[in-house]
T-cell receptor, first 115, second 110 residues
Framework: DADVTQTPRNRITKTGKRIMLECSQT?????MYWYRQDPGLGLRLIYY???????NKGEISDGYSVSRQAQAKFSLSLESAIPNQTALYFC??????????????FGSGTRLTVV | TQLLEQSPQFLSIQEGENLTVYCNSS?????LQWYRQEPGEGPVLLVT?????EVKKLKRLTFQFGDARKDSSLHITAAQPGDTGLYLC??????????FGPGTRLSVLP
């Protein structure tokens, strides 16, 4: 099994629909992240969580919400999807020993299309 | 806002050639990471550099962190088709979330 598993891998949804993207990890890391990737823009941080009771907004959180159900699970929701949320979404975890991030482990991504 | 620029944006070379890609910022980072991303997959960490002037080698890949910790380079010797992918740099450190550059898309032709 993959260290970081994202479901679904692909999703097409209609404008205005609510959609949830799920992420689970077996790395045992406390820190989890949601990123969105658009061509030419790189990876942009949506939300991050340093433990189950800690949720923080990233640079592009508008229109998104998250839930950290357990150390291993972090889900991303689009309450009312719009076409400019069409993108590749990645979940990641990190090892933060001593407060320094030593690198992210990414899932395989969810390709979301909003029509 | 910390920004990372990467150059070139695209690079297409023949198998066996050498190449260097660059990652630059006006900000100082405590550490810098390089990732490679293949189509349909998430980025995979290649290396983390934390000391100004540090050089790390990973087989045919050589990574350098600038003395001022604002820039980094990735040099590939004798490129192979398996090196094809999107190379991303990310800067961050203590108390900072990592910021990603837009990437260099490398194509190595057989």
């Amino acid at each position: 099994d993959a260290d970081v598993t994202q479901t679904p891998r692909n999703r097409i949804t209609k404008t205005g629909k609510r959609i949830m993207l799920e992420c689970s990890q077996t790395k045992g890391h406390d820190r989890m992240y949601w990123y969105r990737q658009d061509p030419g823009l790189g990876l942009r941080l949506i939300y991050y969580s340093f433990d189950v009771k800690d949720i923080n907004k990233g640079e592009i959180s508008d229109g998104y919400s998250v839930s950290r159900q357990a150390q291993a699970k972090f889900s991303l929701s689009l309450e009312s999807a719009i076409p400019n949320q069409t993108a590749l979404y990645f979940c990641a975890t990190s090892d933060s020993t001593g407060g320094m991030d030593y690198g992210y482990t990414f899932g395989s991504g969810t390709r979301l299309t909003v029509v | 806002t910390q920004l990372l620029e990467q150059s070139p944006q695209f690079l297409s070379i023949q198998e066996g050639e050498n190449l260097t890609v660059y990652c630059n910022s006006s900000s100082v980072f405590s550490s810098l990471q390089w990732y490679r991303q293949e189509p349909g997959e998430g980025p995979v960490l290649l290396v983390t550099v934390v000391t100004g002037g540090e050089v790390k080698k990973l087989k045919r890949l050589t990574f350098q962190f600038g003395d001022a910790r604002k820039d980094s380079s990735l040099h590939i010797t004798a490129a192979q088709p398996g090196d094809t992918g999107l190379y991303l740099c990310a800067g961050g450190g203590y108390g900072q979330n990592f910021v990603f550059g837009p990437g260099t898309r490398l194509s190595v032709l057989p």
